[in-house]
């Protein structure tokens, strides 16, 4: 017996669990979105799941984001600082 193109073979909550970022991210083959999509379809754990998964990317994305803001405002400080500095040693 073949299978039809249409076919999808089910997916296992397990499975899910180890495609989530692939998903997330859209790097999965057309036929692994299926079955993924299929699986999302009837299983609302695995719903609730990908949404706890993309609303914590949503918030790492943001603290990393305010890290570089951070980052970039330390850098700014000190250069004015080195800048105020020469620029009293040359009096």
Do not use: K, N
């Not at 495609?19 to 790097?27: G, N």
């Not at 695995?46 to 993309?54: G, K, P, V």
């Not at 914590?56 to 600082?81: C, G, K, P």
């Amino acid at each position: 017996m073949t299978a039809d193109r249409t076919t999808v073979e089910p997916m296992d909550c397990r499975e899910f669990v180890e495609i989530v970022s692939d998903y997330i991210e859209a790097a999965l083959a057309e036929t692994e979105r299926l079955r993924t999509e299929a699986h999302l379809a009837g299983c609302a754990g695995c719903r609730a799941y990908l949404d706890q998964m993309e609303r914590t990317i949503t918030i790492l994305r943001r603290i990393a984001d305010r890290d570089a803001d951070v980052v970039a405002q330390r850098a700014t400080l000190v250069e004015r600082f080195r800048a105020w500095r020469d620029s009293r040693d040359t009096r």
